[in-house]
């Protein structure tokens, strides 16, 4: 089993989101999906929602971006 940074994608309320994402991009997107619903035993989920998730991980551990916000506050 692979050990994915994200767990199962909660259902929350919907955003809208308009953005244009290169081809290799969208195609990773849709694999990820389909690697976490075996991981996650939960049906494939929408690509899409995964961004907000990787974003969310991404900044959550990016220690430079931890020192500046607590520097700004």
Same mark, same amino acid.
């Given at each position: 089993? +692979?050990? $994915?940074? $994200?767990? #199962?994608?909660? /259902? /929350?309320? &919907?955003?809208? $989101?308009?953005?244009? =994402? &290169?081809? &290799? =991009?969208?195609?990773? =997107?849709? +694999?990820? +999906?389909?690697? =976490?619903?075996?991981?996650?035993?939960? #049906?494939a989920t929408d690509p899409v929602r995964l961004i907000v998730p990787m974003l969310e991980r991404f900044m959550a551990s990016d220690r430079g971006f931890a020192t500046a916000r607590r520097a700004r506050s």
């Open positions: 089993m +692979a050990k $994915l940074k $994200l767990g #199962p994608i909660i /259902d /929350d309320k &919907p955003v809208k $989101l308009t953005l244009e =994402l &290169p081809g &290799p =991009l969208h195609r990773n =997107l849709v +694999a990820y +999906a389909e690697v =976490l619903a075996r991981e996650t035993g939960q #049906p």
